[in-house]
Structures are given as C-alpha cells and as structure tokens.
C-alpha cells in the first residue's frame, strides 16, 4: 500500500515554529522528488517548497522563502519541513506529495497548521 503520512502540525502563535515530517511507504520514495503543499479555506492548494530525489535542490515560494527549510532522510524515507517565524497567513492544511518517473504522484493526507494569538 503506497503511502505518505504527515505529522507534525499544531496550533503555535505568530513568530513560532513547527516541524512537519513525511514518512513515505509501500514506493520507492528515493527516486521520488518530494515537496510540501498548503491549503487554506477557500483558497488554492500552493507549494510552498520542493526538494529533488536526490535532495541537492531545493526551491521554495517566495511567501515562505528564509522561514522554511525542506529536508528529506533517505535511510528513514522521511521529508522534513521546518516552519520558522510563522504567521498567521500560514495557516492551512499542508500536504506531501511524492512526484517520480512518468509523472507518478502521490499524496498525503495533510496536517493542519494554525497560526493564532
């Protein structure tokens, strides 16, 4: 069964940080690039930051550019998004996706981020 897991998410106030973690299974994760995703009510799911399969690229969207940093760990199978600063316009469902040869993509099922006072 293929599968990706989200964890992590919380509710933390503005200027705090989170750490959101990925674990992928049941696909050869390695071989996958790996990104992070947002969704925030009414609002288009973005991406928010990328990392190639071999993890010596990464890219980021400008909103979230210098606060987050994407990892991955190949022995564990596990992508890591750390959230720094955050605010209050980061709240939002975050999803990882998994996106390999032939345009193959999976999804997690997301973890909820929220960013009040």
């Known amino acids: 069964q293929v599968q990706l897991v989200e964890s992590g998410g919380g509710l933390v106030r503005p200027g705090g940080s989170l750490r959101l973690s990925c674990t992928a299974s049941g696909f050869t994760s390695n071989t996958y690039a790996m990104a992070w995703y947002r969704q925030a009510p009414g609002k288009e799911r973005e991406m928010v930051a990328g990392i190639s399969s071999t993890g010596g690229s990464t890219t980021y969207a400008d909103a979230v550019a210098g606060r987050f940093t994407i990892s991955r760990d190949k022995a564990q199978s596990t992508v890591y998004l750390q959230m720094n600063s955050l605010k209050p316009e980061d709240t939002a469902v975050y999803y990882c996706?998994?996106?390999?040869?032939?345009?193959?993509?999976?999804w997690g099922q997301g973890t909820q981020v929220t960013v009040s006072s």
């Open positions: 996706k998994a996106t390999g040869l032939w345009d193959r993509v999976h």
